[in-house]
């Protein structure tokens, strides 16, 4: 790939050090499988973690917090969560994980949670709206019509703010704010435009 990193979220690395001393804010924004996992693990190690819900899985986050399952084992992981992304505000890191058809309606939710340092990552399956950015080219600055019709997500959200994510897990939801880890842990992550770069070096040391 170009310029991707792997990491692989472990609590027991030292990335709760980095969390703690940079008192990360992190943002989900998506209540399915792969973002309840993805929230665990960065709660784990001591990030500042919201959850942007709604309806029963806002309510479960709100009585119980985030709870992961991996094997026999249970964790409970205390998360901030709101339907409304403005009372969570401006985030470090926000993480993208809804299946490719409901992310128009999230760029379009999820704007004051961007700020201009944040960061954008696109755990999602599917063509991402980042796909061309780096080919350089004839194919340079456009979007994908079928991903992004009218450009309506590239406008919500800063190109030069995203980067992409690969998920290697398979999780599932057992019940509102209840996630079960099947298999898989890891994630690739990288620039669209490819190299390495100081930011990429910051999330996989988270």
Same mark, same amino acid.
């Given at each position: 790939? #170009?310029?991707?990193?792997?990491?692989?979220? *472990?609590?027991?690395?030292?990335?709760?050090?980095?969390?703690?001393?940079?008192?990360?804010?992190?943002?989900?924004?998506?209540?399915?499988?792969?973002?309840?996992?993805?929230?665990?693990?960065?709660?784990?190690?001591?990030?500042?973690?919201?959850?942007?819900? #709604?309806?029963?899985?806002?309510?479960?986050?709100?009585?119980?917090?985030?709870?992961?399952?991996?094997?026999?084992?249970?964790?409970?992981?205390?998360?901030?969560?709101?339907? *409304?992304?403005?009372?969570?505000?401006?985030?470090?890191?926000?993480?993208?994980?809804?299946?490719?058809?409901?992310?128009?309606?999230?760029?379009?939710?999820?704007?004051?949670?961007?700020?201009?340092?944040?960061?954008?990552?696109?755990?999602?399956?599917?063509?991402?709206?980042?796909?061309?950015?780096?080919?350089?080219?004839?194919?340079?600055?456009?979007?994908?019509?079928?991903?992004?019709?009218?450009?309506? /997500?590239?406008?919500? /959200?800063?190109?030069?703010?995203?980067?992409?994510?690969?998920?290697?897990?398979?999780?599932?939801? *057992?019940?509102?704010?209840?996630? #079960?880890?099947?298999?898989?842990?890891?994630?690739?992550?990288?620039?669209?435009?490819?190299?390495?770069?100081? #930011?990429?070096?910051?999330?996989?040391?988270?």
């Amino acid at each position: 790939g #170009r310029g991707q990193s792997q990491c692989q979220p *472990d609590p027991a690395s030292a990335a709760s050090d980095v969390c703690k001393r940079q008192n990360q804010k992190i943002a989900i924004a998506g209540d399915g499988a792969i973002g309840g996992w993805m929230g665990a693990k960065l709660a784990a190690v001591g990030c500042n973690v919201s959850v942007v819900a #709604r309806a029963a899985a806002l309510d479960a986050l709100r009585a119980h917090g985030l709870r992961l399952r991996e094997g026999d084992a249970e964790t409970t992981h205390a998360v901030q969560a709101s339907d *409304d992304p403005a009372v969570l505000g401006v985030q470090d890191l926000v993480v993208v994980s809804v299946k490719a058809p409901g992310m128009a309606d999230v760029s379009r939710r999820i704007g004051p949670l961007i700020g201009p340092r944040t960061i954008v990552l696109t755990a999602m399956n599917g063509v991402s709206l980042w796909f061309l950015q780096g080919f350089g080219g004839p194919v340079a600055g456009r979007t994908l019509e079928s991903v992004d019709p009218g450009g309506a /997500i590239a406008q919500a /959200i800063p190109a030069a703010q995203v980067i992409g994510c690969v998920v290697h897990a398979r999780c599932s939801v *057992d019940a509102p704010g209840v996630i #079960r880890h099947r298999a898989g842990n890891g994630l690739i992550v990288g620039e669209p435009a490819g190299g390495e770069t100081p #930011r990429v070096k910051a999330l996989t040391d988270l």
